[in-house]
């Protein structure tokens, strides 16, 4: 079973940027996909950004494209997720998941999922 704690969350105005820390512990990270979601509320949480076993391949929602950066650092069990030119619409819970396989599949390729991290973008 694997273990994951987001942190970096927080307040920040429009414009601003954030970066997202998820630190995995008891399975082997590096041989997995590793992905971020983020849940509006009274809304489905949602993909926003994955990234291969080996950092090689990204994907992204259209929605953060060119604005968020997802990066991962085998050696500390650790995936990141850079957000610059935050809007109000990214408030969120952001989360991350481990995949099912090396790459990433679609956003049903998932199987863990940490508590989240709460990121809030004032106007």
């Known amino acids: 079973q694997v273990q994951l704690v987001e942190s970096g969350g927080g307040l920040v105005q429009a414009g601003g940027s954030l970066r997202l820390s998820c630190a995995a512990s008891?399975?082997?990270?590096?041989?997995?996909?590793m992905g971020w979601f983020r849940q509006a509320p009274g809304k489905e949480r949602e993909f926003v950004a994955a990234i291969s076993w080996g950092g090689m391949r990204t994907y992204y929602a259209g929605s953060v494209k060119g604005r968020f950066t997802i990066s991962r650092d085998n050696a500390k069990n650790t995936v990141y997720l850079q957000m610059n030119s935050l809007k109000p619409e990214d408030t969120a819970v952001y989360y991350c998941?481990?995949?099912?396989?090396?790459?990433?599949?679609?956003?049903?390729?998932?199987?863990?999922w940490g508590q989240g991290t709460q990121v809030t973008v004032s106007s």
């Open positions: 008891g399975r082997t990270f590096s041989m997995y996909a």
């Open positions: 998941a481990v995949g099912e396989a090396k790459d990433y599949s679609g956003p049903g390729g998932f199987g863990s």
